[in-house]
Every structure is written in C-alpha cells, then in structure tokens.
C-alpha cells in the first residue's frame, strides 16, 4: 500500500522538501569548490582566510577575494533569476521551449547597449546596463503589442512568433549598426556570449533590488502561474484574466532576465532547461518549480562556470558558451528520453 | 642535319619553359613579391612576379595601386615613400572612416580613397578606381580571382615566417623602391645596436609583456601574452635577448590568460600594450578589470613603478615603422629601468633557454 501510494503521488511535501535540501547542500559544496578551483590552486585554508580573515599579501587569498568571490555571489544571484525566470515566462506562455530570450529580452538588450555606444556615445560601463534594461523591455512591448493583435488577444504561440519576429529585426539593426563602427563591434563581443569573469559586483548591486523584487513576486504568483500554466479555458473559468496576468508575468519576467543580461550578457539554456529539470523533483506545482528554481539554476551556472575555468586552461571559456555546449545535449536527450514534462 | 636544326628549334622554347618553371619550383616555398623579368609588352612594360596567390604580370612602373589591407598595404607601401595609390580599404571609428596605424606613423593619405571596411573589400569600388595594380594579402585569397578580373593582383604574406628585411623587400619590388627598403633596414639595425649598448646584461632584465582589451580579442578579465608570432615589440625583445617570463617565451601564438594568472607574467619591467584609439570606453571596462584588480597592485612591475603602456597603434603594422618605433621607445624604457625587486614568486627564462 506504501509502495503504491508513492508510486501514484511522488511529489510528497517530505520529498520535495528532502530535494530541495540536497540541492541547497550540493549547491553551498559547489559554492566551496567556486572560490577553490581556477587557473591557480587555492587551499581551502586560503579560501576560509579570504572570506573571513583576509591577508592583503596573500596572493591566492586575494584571488579568492577579488576574483572567484564576485563571480561565485553573481552566478548565484543570475543563476537564480535566469531560472525562475524561465520558469515562470514557460507558465505565461504554455511553452515548454520558452526561455527569457523568447520575448526579445536578448536581442533587445544588445540593440539597446550598441545603440547607446553608437548613438550617444556613451562610455561608462554603468550606462550599458540602463539601456540593456531599456532594450529588453521596450523589445518585450512590441512583443506583447504585436502578439496581442487579433482576436483571442496575447496567445503563447502569436507572442512565441513575436518574439522571434522581434528578435530577428532587432538582431539585424544591431549588425548594422555594428557594421558602420568597429568601436560599437568591440563592445558587442561583450554581449555575444554571457560571463561572469571581470564583472564588477557593483554592477550586480545596481540590478540586485530588480532580482530581488523579481523572484519574490514570483514565488509569492506560484499558485496564478498554476493556474495560468492551464489551458486558457480553464484558467478563465478559474476567474483568471488571463491577458493581464500574463502581461504582468512577462513584466517581471523582463526584470529578471534584463537585470541578468545587463550584469552578466545573454546566458542561454539557464531558464529554459532548469525548469525541466526541477519539474522531476518538484512536480508541476510553481510553487515548488520556482522554489526549487532558485537553489538550482546557479547549481547549474556555476557548475558551467567552473567547468569554462577548467577546460581551457590557462584562459577560460565563458560561461554562456558552455551551458550552450551542455545545454543543447542536454535538451535534446531530455526530449528523446521521457516527453517533456507537463508543464 | 636541317633536321636536327629543326628539332633544336622546336625543342628550345620547350626546354626554357622547362628551365623556367624549375626555377620557379626552386624559389622557396612561399617566395612574395619576386620580380623574374621586366618585359616591354607593347607600351607598357610589364614584370612577371610571384606571390602568395600565384604568378602574375604587373606593370613595372604602376600609378594607380589600391591597397585591400590597410595596415599590411596601404602603411607598408607608404612607409617606402610610395605614393601612387588611389585606394585603399580601411576602418571606422565614431562614423568616422580611417585607414588603421596611419595616423600613429605621422602619415596623412588624403588623396587616398577610402574603398569599404577592410573585412570587406568593396569589389565594385575598386574596379571603379581603375587600378593598375592590386596589393592584397593572404587573407584575400578567396577574392583573388574577382580581384585578379579587375586589374593584375598579388597577394603578399607578411605573417610568413621570414626575416623582416625580406618580407619588406616584397613590398619594396613592386613598386621598385628596394633601395629605400635597405636604408629602412640599415637604420633599424642601428636602432638595435643602441638598444644592445644600453643594457649591459639583457638576461638580468625580466621583461613581461601583456595585453588586453576587445582589440586583442580578450575577454573581459583576461588578458594575454603575444608569442613568438611576429609582433615587432616581442620579435625585438627576443633578438636582444632579454629575460622574459618563462611562459610568455613558451607560446607560439597569442595566449590569453585568466587575471588570476598575472602573477606569472610579472617582472622588474611590465609593458602592456594598448590600442584605446577611439575606444576609450572599452579600454577603460578592460583596464578596471585587470589594472583595477588589487591582483595587479601586487605585481614587482608595479610595486617598481614600472607597468609601462606602449602605444599599440604605433607598433603594429607592416613596414620598418612599427619596429623602429617599438625600438627607440624601448630604449628610453629600459636605459631607466630598475632591477631591484624580487621575482622569486614567478619562472623566468631567456629566449637561449626557449
């Protein structure tokens, strides 16, 4: 009977919540193995000193301190909020493929950082990270504006062919502009692929209280986002207003991911597979997806990064090329192996 | 009898088309710009020349050259003193249009047009220049033959692996300015010996030399060590025979490094070379991420008040100028230079040890 319980009803509160604790406790392992593993060796001795008593003429200490701890706390404060923005961007729009990128946050923030070097010459590094914001979000507003023409209003599949309508035009303006000034192509190559070595942790304090406010929002939207994640009939005769709530999601959604874009560059594979992943653990409830989202998605960004800190030694490759190279295996097993899970 | 005349007669052209093509065969795997004969074909006398894309006929005294590669063009070609050039490719900095490492040599080539960005040879806009004379470079090989349908092309090879003087000299007999080429070279030798009688012992002076930025294709919070890959400020280091860190003379080709790795690349002299014309902004995003790191206030180099800048602009490039000036800045460097700080943290080697 035992057996049987289990095997009908899995996702219990004690095992969703005994997974949720050993994906904190693999996380805080690899936290650990962050600040120690690099281009140079770093005891765990070192590392404990940098963090908490720190000598100014250690060498290895201060690369703890100056290098792998910025980049450790911005995988986990991007990691977190690139899943849970997934998470809940493949609810609003009943997607299983949809990610931040699918509402042109990517492309419209790279159009917005090119526009402002081209265009208004703007040079300090924090300027980027406004008109990254600004970019994504005006790019997602077309994207709902064009995807709410006709009848029936915002359905997921007119905003999925939006967003890569969108996506497509900005990205081609962007090469364009591009085109004209070599300067403004030097830049770009910052937002061609995400990393998170040289960020400057500052830069996440600016965008922290979007994060912040982001992924509160969400955790506290987890039964709407069951709710908006039915089919629309259903969702209505639940007293949904469907549109609006998915407007809004999509609002926070942009927050989250333009906040990630500005700190870090476009990430890939983040927000779109770590929903799938936790959903084996988690079960198709959001509140438990987006709970388990924002212990595994840095899980998932720092172990890239640390793998891109290794793999091609003595440089590294970024972040965003390598959860792209594990990433698109990972997909495609994932679709070949069982369906993709019920959203 | 007559027929064995008439034999020879026939055999004859055989055997110098023979002859000739061993000769070619026998001129070195990559020979550049060699001119065989001059040859008056009608008005214009002509020279046959062999070069990285093939052999070719160009006008032995040409007047209307368009360059597709500025640096590797356009500067070596000015640098003789040639001045028939109608065209050139370049680049763009702030909408504005530029042809790269000119302006850092004194060079103004007004009458020079500016064709398209040099990644993307214009090909209509050269042949609307009517050249006489197309100077490419390996890079330019997948445009040879629409080149080539313009006007005669040949493609030089200034990253082969030749002496300086001789990938020059291919420049130089193009436009027949060898003469010019050897005073170029006679006064860059000049520059070494001094750089030689400035420092006694070269082998007690650890020289490190970095860079970082887009330009260099660095990520952020990278930066990287050049190798042995022709550039003239490394090629110079070498020849003099400096000590180096030992993992800046293992590398063949330009290899980049994490900022945690700056440790190794230390030295009494830290030269990083930059290249923030007209991105200043980018310059300044990479510079906060290695120079603004405390990794780097530990550097000897630093602590010696010796991370010196040099102007990458200025040394890179084809020609004699980059390397004369890379020298003479080199000796103002090290005639100052102070080799008291400890470097027991990093391995150095000599280029006799590589």
Known sequence: MTRSAVTVEPFTIPNRAAGLAIATLALAALIVLSLRVGSIEVTMSDAFSALFFLDEESYEQLVVRSQRLPRTIIGLGIGAALAVAGAAMQAATRNPLAGPGILGVNSGAAFGVVTAVFFLGITHPYGFIWFAFAGGLLATTVVFMIGSVGPGGASPVKLALAGVVVSALLGSWTTALVLFDEQSLDVMRFWSAGSLSG????????????????????????????????????????????????????VVVVLLAGASVAVAGPIGFVGLAVPHIVRRFSGPDYRWVIG???????????????????????????????????????????????????? | MADCAKARALLMPAACLVAAALLMGCGGGES?????????????????????????????????????????GLLPLWSLGFRDIVGSVGSTRDGERFFRRMESHGYSPSDVEWISPWGEPDL?????????????????????????????????NPWRDAPLREIVMDYARLVGLEDEADRLEAEYQEKLDALREAVDEPHELVISLIGYGAHGGAELGQFYAVGSDGHPVEAILRKIGFARPAEQLAVDERTYYSVERLRDHDGHLLLRMTHDQGSSSDDERHSQAIQGSPLWNQLTAVRLGQAIDLDGEAMVGGGYDPYITASERLLEIVEKADTSGDLSHMVVATPDDS
């Open chain 1, 199 to 250: 960020r400057d942790l500052s830069v996440l304090v600016a965008v922290a209280p979007f994060l912040v406010v982001g992924v509160v929002v969400l955790i506290l939207l987890g039964d709407q986002l069951n709710i908006l994640s039915l089919d629309e009939d259903s969702a209505r005769a639940l007293g949904m207003n469907t549109g609006r709530m998915r407007a809004f999601v999509s």
């Open chain 1, 292 to 343: 388990y989202c924002v212990v595994v998605g840095p899980l998932l960004l720092l172990s890239a990064d640390i793998l891109g800190r290794i793999i091609a030694h003595p440089s590294e490759v970024q972040v965003g090329i390598v959860t792209a190279m594990v990433g698109a295996p990972f997909l495609i097993a994932l679709a070949r192996r069982r369906k993709v899970a019920a959203l």
């Open chain 2, 32 to 72: 550049n710009g060699t001119a065989d004969e001059t040859v008056k074909n009608g008005e214009a006398e002509t020279r046959t020349v062999h070069h990285h894309g093939g052999t070719t006929k160009i006008p032995a005294d040409p007047r209307r050259v368009v360059t597709v590669h500025d640096q590797h």
């Open chain 2, 124 to 156: 209509e806009a050269i042949a609307a220049l009517n050249p006489d004379l197309i100077v490419g470079v390996a890079t330019n090989e997948p445009i040879y033959e629409q080149l080539s349908g313009i006007a005669p092309t040949v493609l030089m």
